[in-house]
Nanobody
Framework: QVQLVESGGGSVQTGGSLRLSCAASGRTFSTYACKWFRQAPGKERESVAAISASGSIAWYTDSVKGRFTISRDSGMNTVYLQMNSLKPEDTAVYYC?????????????WGQGTQVTVSS
């Protein structure tokens, strides 16, 4: 069993930065790929970034490439999402998930979400 807790959300102005953390409990966390999703009001949930279990492969949706960086610290059982040059369209609730695969990711566990608000 894996439990995920996100933190680091908040309110920033356009161009600002935030670092989201997804802290996991459970000894098997390092065997799972992880993905960050986000959902804005009235919109469908979308994938933002993903990282393989080993941390050697990362994927980003086009709209965040060059601005967001996903990483994981296996020793701390934590996955991070560094978000720079934030835009109002990045405003959403951000969720992390642990699951199987990178392409064709199948989520097994979800966090509760953390709100990110970017004002212009």
């Amino acid at each position: 069993q894996v439990q995920l807790v996100e933190s680091g959300g908040g309110s920033v102005q356009t161009g600002g930065s935030l670092r989201l953390s997804c802290a996991a409990s459970g000894r098997t966390f390092s065997t799972y790929a992880c993905k960050w999703f986000r959902q804005a009001p009235g919109k469908e949930r979308e994938s933002v970034a993903a990282i393989s279990a080993s941390g050697s492969i990362a994927w980003y949706t086009d709209s965040v490439k060059g601005r967001f960086t996903i990483s994981r610290d296996s020793g701390m059982n934590t996955v991070y999402l560094q978000m720079n040059s934030l835009k109002p369209e990045d405003t959403a609730v951000y969720y992390c998930a642990a699951g199987i695969g990178l392409n064709g990711f199948r989520p097994m566990y979800w966090g509760q979400g953390t709100q990110v608000t970017v004002s212009s």
